[in-house]
């Protein structure tokens, strides 16, 4: 069976920054119990908002905004937990974890503790697609991966705020008119224009598309549309795309590099 790292590329340890929408969060906790499970140390982190994970998901969290001591921690809980995930504070109110500025996950990077960071770098306010604004998604410099996110249940629904985070500026960016259904074409368009969903990413950065959702034959026609038309316009700008279903097992359907054709 493919495993995630596998198809992700993911050898020698680094930071892997999540953006896009529709299944960041499912997708980060996965890849960490992958990476733990074969004995290497992960941290699961945001530059925005998270949900507070539960013990499955992250048995060992740190909550500070003070450097020194979330290394400290980490030192600590390194002990008995091969994944921690840490935050810069608690928001009780929403339930949420609230990240740290792209410079400190830098250097925690740099501090050698974890041989992986994951970082939910990008919101999406649960929908299954979205368009990033002027400031999002917020990725770290030392980013080595960066991957984009579709929920493709978002495919064929109207484009309102129902369905797509910040759907004006989907439509702006895509050319879609507003109330008109999801297109695969305009999917493809929000993953490669230079002002949709993969802004800001280090040049240096392998860059990857995961298609989440295919979980019928419908989303699964969608998803190889989408990944025709990848294929064909961001050949020189991506390294793979992924197209899964990580609510089930395994999550994994099909994959495609830009040397070939669907």
């Not at 999540?18 to 140390?41: I, N, Q, S, Y």
């Not at 759907?167 to 695969?184: F, H, M, N």
């Not at 989440?212 to 795309?241: F, Y």
Request: aromatic fraction near 6%; glycine fraction near 8%.
């Amino acid at each position: 069976m493919a495993s995630l790292r596998e198809k992700l590329l993911l050898k020698g340890g680094g930071v892997i920054s999540l953006v896009g929408a529709g299944g960041k969060t499912t997708l980060m906790f996965r890849l960490a119990r992958e990476l733990a499970d074969a004995g290497e140390t992960v941290l699961t982190t945001t530059t925005t908002k998270i949900y507070k994970p539960s013990k499955e998901q992250s048995p060992c969290i740190i909550i500070s905004a003070d450097l020194e001591e979330v290394v400290k921690q980490a030192k600590k809980f390194k002990l008995e937990c091969a994944h921690i995930t840490a935050a810069c504070g608690y928001l009780a109110s929403q339930g949420k974890l609230t990240g740290f500025k792209p410079y400190v996950i830098n250097q925690l990077w740099e501090t050698g503790l974890f041989r992986w960071i994951l970082v939910e770098a990008d919101g999406a306010a649960r929908k299954p697609l979205k368009a990033p604004a002027s400031h999002e998604p917020v990725i770290p410099t030392c980013s080595g991966w960066v991957v984009a996110m579709i929920g493709l249940d978002a495919v064929g629904k109207p484009l309102e705020d129902q369905w797509v985070f910040r759907s004006r500026l989907y439509s702006q960016i895509t050319g879609l008119p507003p109330g008109k259904p999801v297109t695969e074409d305009s999917v493809a368009r929000i993953i490669l224009h230079h002002q949709g969903l993969m802004k800001g990413s280090p040049s240096r950065a392998r860059r990857f598309v995961f298609l989440n959702k295919a979980e019928d034959e419908g989303a699964h026609k969608a998803a190889q549309k989408i990944g025709s038309i990848l294929l064909i316009k961001g050949h020189d700008k991506l390294e793979k795309i992924v197209i899964g279903a990580l609510e089930l097992e395994p999550p994994l359907v099909e994959w495609y590099e830009p040397d070939e054709r669907l």
